[in-house]
């Protein structure tokens, strides 16, 4: 009896060591890697490449199982108030909205990622010369219609637009997307508008699609996305700890795999 009571503490001092060893390893909070949490992430359409590839990442580094979920109306309203979920993504006016409401926890929203613009054609189209501002401009007004959304990309595409100077020769051409109906390329691919421009990480490899390249110079202002964590989290240090992981060395490499790039400190 003496010698399986001896095995058992030895082999519980063993279990707390590796514990202990782990999670200083990998610089997440006390109890990460003993005790797995489930993590639950509401991301918006322009961070999503990001956040899955981040969050596969924490998940074989911690140990804690991260779900990633894409809601919009009535089902994020009753995610935000009741949960489940742990952290949400959103452009900073977004995010700024649900801290004006007390949604997010104060003092948590970190900026994490930026996205620039670029363009694509259906599959098997002519890809146009957008290689530079004037072959950019050249490209809008021989295309016979052009597709970008209401969100961040939309505004700074329209931005972009007006500086030059061609807004109101292209109205009549933009089609514009958006209210949660899907990422541009969707319509591009079924033949929607000629000329598909949006945030380059949610259109490389779309199906349907080919991907032209970056909207040129000054004209492409990226879309910035940040993280926060939610009052309603039940597991609150290890999602605190993904947000570390999520600004960390380590996340940049993972964010440009998807043609983001991490935020500037």
């Not at 322009?46 to 969050?55: C, F, I, K, R, T």
Request: glycine share 10%; hydrophobic share 45%.
């Amino acid at each position: 009896m003496k010698k399986s009571l001896i095995i058992r503490e030895v082999a519980m001092t063993m279990k707390s060591w590796s514990c202990a060893i782990g999670t200083t390893l990998i610089g997440l909070s006390s109890g990460a890697v003993c005790q797995a949490a489930e993590l639950i992430v509401l991301t918006n359409q322009g961070a999503v490449p990001g956040v899955h590839e981040l969050a596969a990442a924490f998940a074989r580094t911690s140990g804690h199982k991260v779900t990633v979920l894409q809601e919009a109306g009535a089902a994020l309203e009753q995610r935000l108030n009741s949960g489940p979920a742990d952290l949400i993504t959103l452009n900073p006016e977004a995010m700024e909205g649900l801290a004006k409401k007390g949604k997010v926890v104060a003092g948590t929203v970190t900026p994490f990622t930026l996205a620039g613009l670029g363009v694509s054609v259906r599959a098997g189209a002519p890809k146009p010369d957008i290689s530079t501002v004037d072959a950019y401009r050249a490209t809008l007004l021989a295309a016979k219609s052009i597709g970008y959304s209401r969100g961040c990309s939309g505004q700074h595409v329209a931005e972009g637009i007006a500086q030059l100077g061609l807004t109101e020769k292209l109205k009549p051409k933009v089609v514009l997307t958006g209210g949660g109906t899907g990422p541009v390329t969707f319509f591009l691919a079924r033949g929607d508008f000629e000329l598909g421009i949006q945030q380059t990480n949610i259109m490389v490899g779309a199906p349907g699609t080919d991907y032209v390249g970056p909207v040129p110079g000054f004209l492409n202002k990226p879309c910035p996305n940040s993280v926060a964590l939610l009052p309603v989290s039940k597991e609150q240090d290890a999602a605190r700890a993904m947000i570390r992981f999520m600004v960390s060395p380590e996340a940049a490499p993972l964010l440009r795999k998807v043609h983001e790039e991490p935020a500037k400190s």
